[in-house]
């Protein structure tokens, strides 16, 4: 009887120990598939909502790329002769890198902050634009800017282009390193590589092949255009390049987009 009783010791022991294995083999899998998407400050998911859109249930724009810590690593390294990628807020060309910057006696920490800071002026609230002049954090910045009250798509529409333009002239023009930065980069095409964006980005990752031709782009890259041209005029200027550098890319990729009315979303 003792022999019985240890036998089914022993076997009941082993499947205990392949339980709890299953168990934590399970567990580690969710917390690597929920890690390739949280690494903003407060969670969330990463670049995914830079410009209004994310990866969660009930989102009518599903992800079209499934981003992962390498992928992003990835985002800024590869090279291309026509584009020069970015994405995350680690570049510099991104809205939500933080630099210092002023503009007409204001004082900014992200273009994403005085973008929404415009948008909130645009539409005469206030009380939430001076609610984003306090705030130094972009996701938070960004987030104040979609409760801006009165908001109109269309005339959102006329005046986006020159806000971004603006906040990164002087994003650039003030800080010395990232002008050279951004200098460098020509004359590729800037590409904002956010396989989630399809207004501001291309809804494409830089690691995709499909990103390599303008034409399997899913997006418009309006961030991408509008930085091109903010370079260019920059350029000019200082007499680096011919004066017939394209100045007006993201102005023609904005008269492309046909369902502007949801831009509420990408801003």
Same mark, same amino acid.
């Given at each position: 009887?003792?022999?019985?009783?240890?036998?089914?010791?022993?076997?009941?022991?082993?499947?205990?120990?392949?339980?709890?294995?299953?168990?934590?083999?399970?567990?580690?899998?969710?917390?690597?598939?929920?890690?390739?998407?949280?690494?903003?400050?407060?969670?969330?998911?990463?670049?995914?909502?830079?410009?209004?859109?994310?990866?969660?249930?009930?989102?009518?724009?599903?992800?079209?790329?499934?981003?992962?810590?390498?992928?992003?690593?990835?985002?800024?390294?590869?090279?291309?002769?026509?584009?020069?990628?970015?994405?995350?807020?680690?570049?510099?060309?991104?809205?939500?890198?933080?630099?210092?910057?002023?503009?007409?006696?204001?004082?900014?920490?992200?273009?994403?902050?005085?973008?929404?800071?415009?948008?909130?002026?645009?539409?005469?609230?206030?009380?939430?634009?001076?609610?984003?002049?306090?705030?130094?954090?972009?996701?938070?910045?960004?987030?104040?800017?979609?409760?801006?009250?009165?908001?109109?798509?269309?005339?959102?529409?006329?005046?986006?282009?020159?806000?971004?333009?603006?906040?990164?002239?002087?994003?650039?023009?003030?800080?010395?390193?990232?002008?050279?930065?951004?200098?460098?980069?020509?004359?590729?095409?800037?590409?904002?590589?956010?396989?989630?964006?399809?207004?501001?980005?291309?809804?494409?990752?830089?690691?995709?092949? /499909?990103?390599?031709?303008?034409? =399997?782009?899913?997006?418009?890259? @309006?961030?991408?255009? &509008? $930085?091109? %041209?903010?370079? +260019?005029?920059?350029?000019? /200027?200082?007499?680096?390049?011919? =004066?017939?550098?394209?100045?007006? @890319?993201?102005?023609? &990729? $904005?008269? %492309?987009?046909? +369902?502007?009315?949801?831009?509420?979303?990408?801003?």
């Amino acid at each position: 009887m003792g022999l019985i009783a240890f036998c089914i010791y022993v076997v009941y022991t082993e499947f205990l120990v392949n339980v709890i294995s299953k168990i934590f083999q399970i567990k580690s899998s969710l917390v690597m598939k929920e890690g390739h998407l949280d690494r903003n400050e407060g969670g969330g998911t990463s670049e995914t909502v830079e410009h209004g859109i994310d990866e969660k249930p009930g989102n009518d724009i599903p992800a079209l790329y499934d981003a992962t810590y390498s992928d992003e690593e990835d985002d800024n390294t590869v090279e291309h002769q026509e584009f020069e990628f970015f994405w995350l807020k680690s570049s510099p060309f991104s809205q939500w890198y933080r630099t210092h910057f002023v503009i007409e006696d204001r004082h900014f920490v992200t273009a994403e902050q005085f973008m929404m800071h415009q948008k909130a002026v645009t539409f005469k609230d206030f009380e939430t634009a001076d609610k984003i002049l306090s705030e130094k954090n972009p996701r938070k910045q960004q987030k104040l800017g979609r409760q801006a009250r009165n908001f109109n798509p269309q005339k959102w529409k006329e005046v986006c282009l020159n806000i971004v333009k603006k906040a990164n002239y002087h994003k650039f023009s003030q800080n010395v390193d990232l002008k050279n930065h951004l200098f460098s980069t020509y004359p590729k095409i800037l590409v904002e590589a956010s396989p989630y964006d399809r207004i501001w980005g291309i809804g494409r990752a830089a690691s995709d092949p /499909k990103a390599q031709n303008k034409e =399997t782009w899913l997006g418009h890259n @309006l961030l991408g255009y &509008a $930085l091109t %041209d903010v370079r +260019n005029k920059m350029m000019i /200027k200082e007499n680096i390049i011919p =004066t017939d550098a394209p100045t007006c @890319l993201a102005e023609a &990729a $904005l008269i %492309d987009i046909e +369902n502007f009315d949801s831009i509420e979303r990408f801003v």
